[in-house]
């Protein structure tokens, strides 16, 4: 199915992902009555059902908080598919929209692949003895909502880091970069935040036996800072050797801190 038909779920599934991030118990009836439109109707847009009207289009984006390109897009989705489907009693807006064809824009799927932690423990779950590439049973492995998990299978396979052969998924061994560093920095900084939080509620939930928090305060030369920083990225590489080997039970994260604590001088 071409993607730039159904661009206006993909914004919808979007905006309900951001809204569960900030409320776990955030449901789909939730966002219909946000959106002002019955929970069946967002159901059947949702599974490509049913095809949002002008009218209903017009009220989803007024709930909504779009950029005025991303309105476009998503009309424009709307006016490819009901175009497609040659009906002739057409909205006289969808008939007269002049929709271009443009190859879908990967570089938001990149950022909440690089930016938010679970697509990362996706990946290695696929490594996991017993893995189920059910978006339910993925949720409750590593504690997020079906909806992230689906959107995050979604975004790894079109981003060619998840692969699908004989009906298993697998993840792909290479490494993936963007030229955009500006992209890559800020979801870095998104994701580090994550990290931070997960070893906290870690400290606090898990027995000692399965986890190691060690925290040293020093006070150090700066010209071995770089040195140190070698040393740590050596470290991290032989952690991944030895714990990677032989039979995987289990998906984990190592962070390792080193930053300073005091202000820089003048």
């Keep these: 199915m071409n993607t730039d038909k159904v661009l206006y779920k993909s914004i919808l599934e979007e905006e309900f992902a951001k809204r569960t991030e ?9 966002m219909a009555k946000a959106l002002g439109i019955e929970p069946s109707a967002l159901s059947e847009i949702l599974s490509e059902k049913r095809i949002p009207s002008y009218k209903m289009a017009q009220k989803i984006l007024a709930a909504i908080n779009l950029s005025p390109e991303e309105e476009d897009q998503f009309m424009a989705s709307l ?4 175009q497609s489907r040659g009906l002739e009693r057409l909205n006289p807006v969808f008939k007269r929209m002049k929709v271009k064809r443009t190859p879908k824009d990967l570089s938001i799927d990149f950022f909440r692949v690089v930016g938010d932690w679970y697509h990362y423990a996706i990946l290695m779950l696929t490594y996991i003895d017993g893995f189920n590439a059910d978006p339910k049973w993925i949720a409750s492995q590593i504690s997020i909502s079906e909806m992230e998990a689906k959107l995050a299978l979604k975004r790894l396979l079109e981003l060619g880091l998840l692969k699908k052969e004989k009906g298993k998924l697998h993840c792909w061994n290479g490494h ?3 030229a955009d560093k500006q992209i ?11 990290i931070l939080e997960k070893s906290i509620h870690s400290l606090e939930n898990d027995p000692i036996e399965i986890r190691s928090h060690t925290a040293m305060t020093m006070a150090v030369n700066m010209s071995k800072v770089a040195e140190a920083k070698n040393l740590i990225e050596e470290f991290t590489n032989k952690m991944s050797q030895l714990v990677e080997s032989g039979k995987r039970q289990r998906v984990y994260e190592f962070h390792v801190g080193f930053f300073p604590l005091q202000k820089a001088k003048g």
Excluded: E, I, V
Aim: glycine share 0%.
């Design 22 to 30: 900030k409320n776990p118990r955030y449901s789909l009836r939730a």
């Design 79 to 82: 006016a490819t598919t009901h």
């Design 176 to 178: 993936f970069t963007t």
């Design 184 to 194: 890559t920095t800020s979801a870095l900084r998104r994701r580090q935040k994550q």
